[in-house]
Structures are given as C-alpha cells and as structure tokens.
C-alpha cells in the first residue's frame, strides 16, 4: 500500500523565498548601518628598485641623476564616505620621503579616488619597508612598501692623471654592482654617452658599445687620455654610466705637468718686486691673465691679499701677459699696493725682513706659490 505524498503549496515556497531575501536585505542594511563609512588605501608598485642618493657621509656613492622612487597612493570611499583624509609616511632612518607639490594633511575625499605620489630616496644601499598610514577621524588605514635601495661605484685608478702636455695616459676605471644591482652600462661623459667634449684641450676615449654588469661583480674599463700640444690645461671631466636607474658619475682630473722654480726674488720698491722663475718642464708655461682670483696673488704672514687687475696685456698688470720659455729663467715684476685689489686685511709693502707668498695660476689652470724674502 503507498504513502500518501505531501505536496507543498507554491504559494509557501514563494514566501519562504521573499522571506529569506529580506533577512538578508535587512542584515545588510544594519551591516551599513553598524560599521558606516569607510575607505581603502592601495599603492602601485607595492616595491620598487631605486638607485643610492648622493650621501656627503658616503662619498663613495658618486652623483647620479636618479630622482628616487615613486609611488602611486589610491584613496577610494566606500559606503558613501565623504570626508578628510590625511596621509603620512614613515620611513626608516637613512630613507627620506616626500608629496611634492602636494597636501597629504588634507585630501578631500568623496565620490571619486583620490591619488598621491609619493617620492622616495635613501642615502644607504640596502633593503627597506615603510609605511603610509592614511586616518580620518576614527578611521585608519596603512600600506606597507619594499625598497631595494642598489647601487653603483666607479673608480679610477689614476685620479688625478698627470700628463705632459702633447702626451697620452690610460686610466683604469671599476664599475662595481652594490646590493644586486645589474645592467647593461653604457660609458660617456655626463649624459653624453660615448663621448668627451674636448673642453680644456684634452681627449678621453670611451670604450663603445656596452658592458654587462652581473649583480654583486665588478667589470673594468680603459679610458685613453690624449693632451694636446699647446692648449690643453688642467680640468675636469666628468664620467658617467647610464642605467636602467639613471646616470651614475665622477670626475676624473687630468693634470698638466708644468714645472716652475723660484730662482731667486728681488723687492725693487714697496710695491714692486722681481721673481726669477725657472721653467724646466717640457713647454712653455704662460701665466693667466683673468678675473680674479686668476692671475697672481700677493699675501703677507697677516693674511692680508692683494690679488692682480683685469687681465688686460696693457696696464699695470706686467704679469698678466708674460708667457715663460721651457728650461730658462724668466723674470717676473709683482706689483701691490694703490690700483691693486685688496681682497682681504689691510694694506701692506714689501719690506726687507718680511716674508710674502706670491701665487701664480697658468693658463692650464695650474697654481704655483713661492715665497719671497728680502733679508
């Protein structure tokens, strides 16, 4: 004999139906009600490489251009919010942070995102986290963001190179990887890749092409340095590698060899004194007639300075012009006194038994200092 089989009505089932949705209508009606308005906060990217700041307690890390890492901050309400948002960053010790151009004390926050950028550089090689932290009221958010703070050094061996005028050296230059870091360099001078203005009448060749750094080596690089005969001078170059994360650089000095020797002096007035100078270098040696402080200065045991006129051949200032023929003694007038410039202290005269220090610079932007007596 079979069992009767029950059936339910429709007309139940639909109401079993609407009476769970409106359990969960009313559940989250009072979900809204309970926890209220809100917001999120995001970054991109979450990590980021960037290259080490130029440090005056690390000198090592050369200069570059790299202008640190950036950070994109997002800010969305949910649940209708509408309010005031303030944002803060707290790096660790070595790492500095900044909202250029921007007001993260109060970022007005509604119905659209808002946005930040945020700017990162660290003075250290190293790994680091740091957090944003956005709040409102009661509300509070933080994201977390990774540094990987890399870096690269390049070296010379020879730093000052000293050549002859009309002569060539070579400089050995090692590029070494800090924490990881790893590209493919490109050698030039500044941000000219492949390449050396010849500013100061000396020639620096670059190795073409690129070199591979490997995360944690070193590679080697050979600068050719070329002087010319006649108008090269003392200088600087500056040296860069390009990477992925900016130009790294340093400046390597080229030194004219130029040769002077105080002969003998002689003070002919107060104001008017003969230095006897002997060039024994390989070229002629011409003294510079510029501004100030090129030229010549003049300074007594007190500190006191006079320093020569404005370069001009004509004029009171004999030494401007005077141009010294290699492996001769030249004399030499120095003139002090009214019609000179007294850059510091007080006026003051040659005198027998006083002692003076006379300062040349050259046209290769070499400095010589004698000191002159008169017993």
């Known amino acids: ?15 079993s139906i609407l009476g ?19 917001f999120t906060i995001h970054a991109k990217p979450k990590s980021e490489a960037i290259l080490v700041s130029p440090s005056p307690s690390y000198p090592g890390n050369g200069s570059n251009d790299s202008s640190g ?24 010790p070595g790492v500095t942070v900044s909202f250029p151009g921007q007001k993260p004390e109060a970022i007005p926050l509604a119905d659209s995102p808002q946005s930040l950028i945020l700017v990162v550089n660290a003075g250290f090689v190293g790994n680091y986290t740091l ?52 590209d493919d360099l490109r050698l030039g001078c500044s941000t ?17 092409g690129t070199i591979h750094l490997p995360p944690g080596g070193s590679v080697h690089a050979a600068l050719t340095v070329l002087s010319d005969s006649y108008f090269s001078s003392t200088g600087s170059s500056e040296i860069g590698a ?22 003998g002096n002689s003070f002919n007035s107060p104001t008017n004194a003969t230095l006897n100078l002997l060039n024994d270098g390989p070229t002629e040696v011409e003294i510079a007639g510029y501004q100030p402080p090129s030229g010549y200065n003049v300074s007594d045991s007190l500190g006191d300075r006079y320093v020569s006129g404005t ?22 007038v120095i003139l002090i006194g009214d019609g000179y410039l007294l850059v510091a202290g007080n006026p003051f005269t040659f005198q027998p038994g006083h002692y003076c220090t006379v300062s040349l610079e050259t046209k290769r932007n070499n400095i010589f200092s004698f000191t002159i007596f008169d017993p």
């Not at 004999?1 to 109401?15: D, E, I, S």
């Not at 390449?195 to 000396?202: D, L």
């Not at 370069?311 to 492996?327: D, E, S, Y």
């Open 311 to 332: 370069g001009n051949c004509a004029g009171p200032v004999t030494v401007a012009c005077n141009t010294l023929p290699p492996n001769n003694v030249t004399p030499l």
């Open 192 to 208: 000219m890749v492949g390449a050396c203005p010849n500013t100061y009448g000396v020639n620096i060749g670059l190795p073409f």
């Open 242 to 263: 390009t990477t992925r994360l900016g130009v790294v650089t340093t400046n390597l000095r080229v030194v004219m060899n130029e040769s002077l020797a105080l002969q």
């Open 131 to 182: 957090q944003v932290i956005a709040t409102s009221g009661s509300l509070s958010h933080s994201v977390t963001l990774s540094i990987e703070v890399q870096g690269l050094t390049i070296r010379a061996d020879r730093n000052p190179l000293v050549l002859k005028p009309g002569s060539s050296g070579t400089v050995d230059l090692t590029l070494t990887s800090r924490n990881g870091f790893t």
């Open 20 to 38: 769970t949705a409106a359990i969960i209508a009313g559940s989250l009606y009072l979900s809204e009600l309970i926890v209220g308005p809100d």
């Open 1 to 15: 004999m079979q069992k009767a089989t029950k059936t339910v009505p429709v007309w139940m089932v639909l109401v």
């Open 69 to 92: 890492g950036y950070f994109n901050i997002s800010l969305t309400g949910v649940r209708a919010f509408n309010g005031v948002i303030t944002a803060r960053a707290l790096p660790p």
